[in-house]
């Protein structure tokens, strides 16, 4: 029987983890004030209620937890879509801010 091989995750990607955690619980505030709407697309997943977003919730603590140590090749692609959704979204959110493209595309050096 071979061993599973294990990923470790770069400092960089376990803070956009930890970054993913505000970032969802300001997307539900948003949705209790009527800013935003189900369905939502986030990190690839269709939201469609509150109990899709508290998954998303808890994959991501997941994920976040285990990055700390090495993680499987499926759970290092997963971090790394979460990862790339939220350096994607924080640099649309530099640039609809007036930043200009060179600093805002520092976004991507998490990446």
């Avoid at 770069?10 to 539900?28: H, P, R, T, V, Y």
């Avoid at 939502?40 to 977003?53: C, F, R, V």
């Avoid at 290092?76 to 640099?91: A, C, D, L, M, S």
Wanted: net charge negative.
């Amino acid at each position: 029987m071979s061993e599973v091989r294990k990923y470790r995750i770069k400092q960089d990607w376990i803070f956009n983890l930890e970054s993913m955690s505000d970032k969802l619980a300001c997307i539900g505030y948003d949705i209790e004030e009527g800013k935003l709407n189900f369905p939502l697309e986030i990190t690839g997943k269709t939201i469609k209620d509150w109990d899709d977003l508290d998954a998303l919730k808890e994959e991501c603590a997941d994920l976040e937890y285990k990055a700390w140590h090495k993680v499987t090749g499926k759970e290092f692609g997963r971090i790394k879509e979460i990862v790339e959704w939220r350096v994607n979204v924080r640099y649309n959110v530099c640039i609809a801010s007036g930043m200009s493209e060179r600093e805002a595309g520092r976004c991507f050096e998490d990446l």
